[in-house]
């Protein structure tokens, strides 16, 4: 007796009944690059920052000059006007809050204008090739305001980082140089504290508030 026949037509009758639609296909996976996206800068950074007197900042970035004529770095540099040690950054926002602008004033406002001198007796490459001024020995008045500021902002709602390096930048570069000791140690004035917002991307800090406050040109 022969073994019973498969019927495979009949299967194919019973799955595919009147009436109901055969199952989709698949869809062709993605190809698409799973990286994760790189997230755009916001247009505008908000930072408190010590600045230099306009005659010690004009010294420092000849300083900056010298040392790119020196190791042949074909660096950008840094203006005068622009030079700083960043003290606590605020965060990046598409316009600027003003009442968080509002606050930070409020909180920097408690504080004593600086009145110390502040000393690098070294230089290095940095962050984001960075060719900054830095030093441990002679900074730790700079850190106590720091400090000082970091507890106003703290009680005004604010979350202050605590890690700190000290440092100014002179210029940016792709060569990158080895910490070294300067000549001789740079010593400066601490000018003032600004609450600064960066135009991201323009090479613009227009200063929003600054203790002592800037004095007025005097007019011709």
């Given at each position: 007796?022969?073994?019973?026949?498969?019927?495979?037509?009949?299967?194919?009758?019973?799955?595919?009944?009147?009436?109901?639609?055969?199952?989709?296909?698949p869809l062709p996976r993605s190809r698409k690059n799973n990286k994760p996206q790189r997230k755009e800068a916001l247009p505008h950074a908000l930072f408190f920052a010590i600045l230099p007197s306009p005659q010690d900042a004009a010294s420092i970035a000849a300083l900056g000059?010298?040392?790119?004529?020196?190791?042949?770095?074909?660096?950008?540099?840094?203006?005068?006007?622009?030079?700083?040690?960043?003290?606590?950054?605020?965060?990046?926002?598409?316009?600027?809050?003003?009442?968080?602008?509002?606050?930070?004033?409020?909180?920097?406002?408690?504080?004593?204008?600086?009145?110390?001198?502040?000393?690098?007796?070294?230089?290095?490459?940095?962050?984001?090739?960075?060719?900054?001024?830095?030093?441990?020995?002679?900074?730790?008045?700079?850190?106590?305001?720091?400090?000082?500021?970091?507890?106003?902002?703290?009680?005004?709602?604010?979350?202050?980082?605590?890690?700190?390096?000290?440092?100014?930048?002179?210029?940016?570069?792709?060569?990158?140089?080895?910490?070294?000791?300067?000549?001789?140690?740079?010593?400066?004035?601490?000018?003032?504290?600004?609450?600064?917002?960066?135009?991201?991307?323009?090479?613009?800090?227009?200063?929003?508030?600054?203790?002592?406050?800037?004095?007025?040109?005097?007019?011709?």
């Amino acid at each position: 007796m022969l073994p019973a026949m498969r019927d495979d037509r009949g299967m194919s009758e019973q799955l595919l009944l009147p009436g109901i639609d055969p199952p989709p296909r698949p869809l062709p996976r993605s190809r698409k690059n799973n990286k994760p996206q790189r997230k755009e800068a916001l247009p505008h950074a908000l930072f408190f920052a010590i600045l230099p007197s306009p005659q010690d900042a004009a010294s420092i970035a000849a300083l900056g000059a010298l040392m790119d004529s020196r190791h042949v770095l074909k660096a950008t540099l840094v203006d005068a006007p622009r030079l700083h040690v960043t003290l606590h950054d605020l965060g990046e926002y598409a316009a600027v809050p003003q009442d968080k602008v509002a606050l930070a004033r409020a909180a920097a406002a408690t504080l004593e204008a600086p009145a110390f001198d502040v000393e690098f007796d070294r230089a290095m490459s940095y962050a984001k090739g960075a060719l900054v001024l830095c030093g441990n020995e002679g900074t730790g008045a700079l850190a106590q305001y720091r400090q000082r500021l970091g507890e106003a902002l703290a009680d005004a709602g604010f979350k202050p980082t605590r890690a700190f390096t000290p440092h100014i930048t002179l210029a940016y570069a792709r060569r990158k140089l080895e910490q070294h000791a300067t000549d001789q140690p740079v010593r400066w004035r601490a000018g003032s504290l600004a609450l600064i917002d960066s135009h991201v991307g323009q090479g613009i800090h227009e200063i929003l508030a600054q203790w002592p406050a800037a004095p007025n040109p005097v007019e011709a």
